[in-house]
């Protein structure tokens, strides 16, 4: 069994023209309060349309580490 995965909800902080991007989580994800996207981490990422400041929600894999792994990612 893999890591535990929770829906989420939060605001695009910061993205990367490389293809990564970091959410700033409404309400913690287990003990994360951000989490990180990209081309390799996550399957449903509509990157042409994310920007910062955006609103969005989805699925990520949570950790013990400062981040957590966005899966899924939909524009609100």
Do not use: W
């Not at 996550?42 to 966005?70: C, N, Q, W, Y």
Request: glycine share 12%; charged share 20%; proline share 7%.
């Amino acid at each position: 069994m893999g890591p535990e995965q929770k829906p989420f909800s939060g605001v695009v902080v910061r993205i990367e023209p490389d293809g990564f991007g970091i959410v700033q989580f409404d309400h913690n994800v287990g003990a994360n309060t951000h989490g990180v996207f990209s081309t390799i981490i996550g399957s449903t990422v509509p990157f042409r349309h994310v920007k910062p400041g955006m609103h969005v929600s989805g699925v990520a894999e949570i950790s013990d580490k400062d981040l957590a792994a966005v899966k899924t990612l939909e524009l609100d």
